[in-house]
Structures are given as C-alpha cells and as structure tokens.
C-alpha cells in the first residue's frame, strides 16, 4: 500500500481509522457520500463526491487508492493531506480525481469544526450574514405559463428565478426532464428565435423586483453567444450562465462589451480553470462545484481570488450536489464576502429523511445550521432504500445531436 510522507511535526495524536464511502439516490441521482472516521469516539467527517456520470470510478479512487493512503494520518493537517494526496498521482487533476478528493477534503473539514465545536462557516472566518440568497428553477413553454410559476416562487419567498424554456422542436436545456429523447436533437436558431422573446415577456410580467436567471448550458457557438447577449441586453437578467462552453472561454473577452452579467464554472475541475477569467474580470459570478474542484481547501483560494478581483461566487447546488454537498455550499455562502447567489434544490421527503439537517430553502434563503461541523447527518440504513441508478441510467448526457446529426454538448 503507497504511504503518505511522514509529518515532521508533532501530531495531535487522532488519527484517521478508516474511510468509507456510501452510495444513495433518494433525490434521484446517485450520490457518493464518504465518511471519514478518527480514533476519537464519535469524531468522523462527512463529505460529498458525487459525479452523477462517474460515480464508481469517482469510488474506486476513493476506496483503492486515496482512503488507504489516510489511514493513520492526523485528520486536522488538512492542507498537507490534500497537497499529498493530489501529488500522489503523477497525472493530477480531472473530475473524477477531483470529486474523489472533495469527498475527502469536505469530511476533513467536518471533522475540524466538530472537533472544535464550531459550525463549519465559522472556521472559514465566521459569519457576515444571516443567511444566502437562493434562487430555484422554472420552466415551460410559453411566457403565461412561465409567468404564472415566477409568480408562485415568489409567493414561496424566491426573489431570484432561473427561467428556461422549452422550444419546439429543439431539446432545450432545464425545460422538462422528459425533453430530452432518443431522436432529441439541438437547433440553435430556433433558440436563438424564440427564447430572448419568450424571457423579454416574462420580465415584463413578472412582480418588479424580481431577478431573473438564465442558463444556456454550453449549446452556443461565441458568434451565436454574441447574438443572444444582444437579444436580451435590456432584460437586466440577473445572470446568463454558460453561454460558452469551457473550451471556448477564451471567447468570453469577446462578450464582455455586453451589459449581461456572465455566470461561469460549474463544468471546471482545476480552480486554475478560472484564473484567466477571474484574473482579466471577463466573468461577474463564479459557478463553484466543490465536488468537482477537489474540496474547500482549493476552494477557498478560489473564492478571495474572486473578492480581491471584484467577482462574486454562486455555488453550483442541483439536486445533484448531496445536501452534505451543499451544506459545504452555504458554509462558504455565509463566511465570504464575494457570495453573490446560492443554487438550491428543492429536496425530497426521502433526501431529508437519509440526511437529517438538509439545507431546506425559507422565504428564498438558506441558512446554516449552528450545530458543529456541517450540519448535516446521514443515516446508513436509511440510505440502503434508495439505491443508486446503474451506470447506464444515467447516461442520457450522451444523447444530444445537432440538426446535423453531429455530436452536441449536453
Ligand atoms: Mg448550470
């Protein structure tokens, strides 16, 4: 078995007994929970490493490789551990190795809070607000339709709503999970016609003072990312997400003329991804996924890289983010000063039932909980009644075609 090098320093005499990681579904998409447990009674972490996609090889790297390596190593050198742990593959880096180590990072994280008694947002520098601003998902076909569910989120308390709509005859994203066929296919233009209309309409209709958000989830080329920013200059929409996909981010210098506020990153997996854009303020929001950037240690680098440039950060938090996942999301929401918006799913009966203490959003807010640690708990058993889908379930990313017949981003 590879060992880490030795501290040359004096431990705090815990140590790491073992690291053990769970598979659960009961929001629908697998999550890969990982427990890290400590010589002291009752002192283990939690974290979240779900890769809907990647899920068991996400597993393998935790169970073969990185878990094993954390045996015996004191839990509190979070810092070194992580350093050690990424170096111990040659050929750092990647999503999958990425999650592994959020996994890991985020219980280790949890452990230092219990340890010292303190909720985790008050390790990372405490508390400059009482709770974070949420925003949730809505969609449909037309802008009555979509009127009438803006309407009935604010009513819940939402002051911020992302909006996608379904167009005919296109597979458009976030716009009915059944949208997306066997023969679906993506048509830019009809987008391009039909969706700047349909959200102009809606800002028309909706209650003055809300925010409205938009996600085109990489299916732009920059000319026709150009084009659409244009469109919808004057709808004052909080943020348009994604509008490139990360290859082409070198593209997004060609779009900052434009008035829209530009939210990118979920798909980034090295916070080194976002340093030309942070660094040359070609973005207003950062989309951070802890899971997929290896954890709250590089994390947290990201985020004052984003304050000291002026950009703020909304943490990618889908139904597939676990709630220990986006616990960790509003541990960071509620100690850094550059937190513009929280993603926030609604979550089940059985999500709240297998993670006992689930960030629930209230009036459009989320707010932590003021217990040690993250705040959230699982529960092993009751996590065996949700099993996770097989690999081939949940592959439909892979579907997508152009009019074309070619190959299309999800
Ligand atoms: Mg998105």
């Not at 819940?156 to 009915?176: E, I, K, L």
């Not at 066929?181 to 809300?210: C, K, N």
Request: aromatic content about 6%.
């Amino acid at each position: 078995m590879t060992v880490l090098a030795e501290a040359p320093w004096t431990s705090t005499g815990t140590k790491v007994t073992a690291v053990r990681t769970f598979l659960t579904a009961p929001q629908g998409p697998p999550y890969l929970v990982v427990r890290v447990e400590t010589s002291q009674p009752g002192l283990y972490g939690l974290g979240c490493a779900s890769d809907p996609q990647r899920t068991l090889a996400v597993r393998s790297v935790i169970d073969d490789y990185l878990g094993p390596m954390l045996l015996g190593r004191d839990p509190g050198d979070i810092e070194d551990i992580h350093r050690l742990l990424l170096n111990s593959g040659y050929w750092r880096g990647g999503s999958i190795e990425g999650n592994a180590l959020a996994g890991i990072d985020v219980a280790l994280w949890d452990i230092k809070a219990k340890a010292a008694g303190l909720p985790l947002f008050s390790l990372l520098g405490g508390r400059v607000r009482e709770g974070a601003a949420a925003y949730t998902h809505v969609h449909g076909s037309e802008a009555d339709e979509i009127i009438d569910l803006v309407e009935a989120a604010v009513t819940r308390g939402f002051r911020h709503v992302r909006v996608q709509v379904s167009v005919p005859g296109t597979d458009t994203y976030g716009a009915g999970p059944l949208s997306r066929g066997r023969d679906g296919h993506w048509d830019s233009l009809a987008y391009l016609r039909m969706v700047p209309e349909v959200l102009g309409a809606v800002r028309q209709g909706v209650p003055d003072g809300t925010e409205l958000l938009h996600d085109v989830h990489e299916r732009l080329t920059p000319a026709q990312a150009r084009r659409f920013l244009a469109a919808v200059e004057d709808l004052h929409l909080f943020f348009a997400e994604d509008v490139l996909a990360p290859e082409d981010a070198a593209h997004f210098a060609g779009l900052r003329a434009c008035g829209v506020p530009l939210a990118m990153g979920e798909l980034f997996h090295d916070v080194s991804q976002f340093l030309p854009l942070v660094q040359r303020r070609l973005i207003d929001f950062a989309r951070i996924r802890i899971p997929a950037l290896g954890g709250l240690t590089p994390v947290r680098k990201l985020v004052a890289a984003c304050e000291l440039n002026g950009i703020r950060i909304a943490p990618h938090g889908p139904g597939d983010v676990s709630p220990i996942g986006q616990a960790a999301n509003l541990a960071l929401d509620i100690s850094a000063h550059s937190f513009g918006i929280q993603e926030a799913a609604t979550p089940t009966e059985a999500t709240l039932d297998v993670f006992p203490g689930t960030p629930v959003p209230e009036q459009g807010q989320l707010h932590p909980s003021l217990t040690p640690g993250l705040g959230v708990e699982f529960d092993e058993k009751k996590a065996r009644r949700y099993p996770p889908p097989e690999p081939g379930d949940h592959d439909r990313w892979a579907l997508l075609r152009a009019t074309d017949g070619s190959a299309h981003r999800p």
